[in-house]
């Protein structure tokens, strides 16, 4: 079993609806936890970090939610720019390491 | 500033062939990584550095050896190259503290190994 793990997709979606996607982790002493984005063929950016009480950054909320371990990335009102790969990052806080999940695709759709 | 620069971007090997990848930074980071992304996988370490002239084996190092000499250097070497290393290769630097845990990546090194 992966370490972190996502639903690849791809979600298919169209331009304007409320998206969501979670990601799981195995290691119940896991710290911190980020989203990252990436599109096609380039690097990975962060997109923002998940706070243990929630929180939102425009139209992005990340959640998390320790007693299940998994933590979640909602987008609302979304834009055809949105449509990207999104990289679930798990950090065990006893070295420097994160740990990545393999991605969800999603497309936004005009 | 630049940020994370990489070269070459793009590098086609035969088997056992040798070749370096450099990785630059321009933001005075403390760390620095080497990643490899394959498909349908997430990004794994290969080897990372916390400070010039140290280095440390990450997830999946074999094959592979690095070099601090520098600050803002990090380069990655790969002796005698193999098919299951091509991949896509992506260096990171971050800052030291508490907090700082936003890496930054460069454009990625695409190698392929015939």
């Known amino acids: 079993r992966k370490e972190v793990e996502q639903d690849p997709g791809p979600f298919n979606v169209p331009e304007g609806a409320t998206v969501a996607f979670n990601c799981t982790y195995s290691?119940?002493?896991?710290?911190?936890f980020f989203w990252y984005r990436q599109d096609c063929r380039k690097e990975p950016k962060l997109l923002m970090s998940?706070?243990?009480?929630?929180n939102e950054d425009g139209r992005f909320t990340a959640q998390l939610n320790r007693a299940s371990q998994y933590i979640s990335l909602l987008i609302r009102d979304s834009k055809l720019s949105d449509s990207a790969t999104y990289l679930c990052?798990?950090?065990?806080?006893?070295?420097?390491?994160?740990?990545w999940g393999a991605g969800t695709k999603l497309i936004i759709k005009p | 500033n630049a940020g994370v620069t990489q070269t070459p971007k793009f590098r086609v090997l035969k088997t056992g062939q040798s070749m370096t990848l450099l990785c630059a930074q321009d933001?005075?980071?403390?760390?620095m990584y080497w990643y490899r992304q394959d498909p349908g996988m997430g990004l794994r370490l290969i080897h990372y550095?916390?400070?010039?002239?140290?280095?440390a084996k990450g997830e999946v190092p074999d094959g592979y050896n690095v070099s601090r000499l520098k600050k803002q250097n990090f380069l990655l070497g790969l002796e005698s190259a193999a098919p299951s290393q091509t991949s896509v290769y992506f260096c990171?630097?971050?800052?030291?503290?508490?907090?700082?845990?936003?890496?930054?990546f460069g454009p990625g090194t695409r190698l392929t190994v015939l």
């Open positions: 990171a630097s971050s800052y030291i503290g508490v907090g700082t845990d936003t890496q930054y």
């Open positions: 933001m005075n980071h403390e760390y």
């Open positions: 550095s916390v400070g010039e002239g140290t280095t």
């Open positions: 290691n119940s002493a896991s710290q911190s």
């Open positions: 998940v706070y243990s009480s929630g």
């Open positions: 990052v798990v950090k065990r806080d006893s070295n420097y390491q994160l740990i």
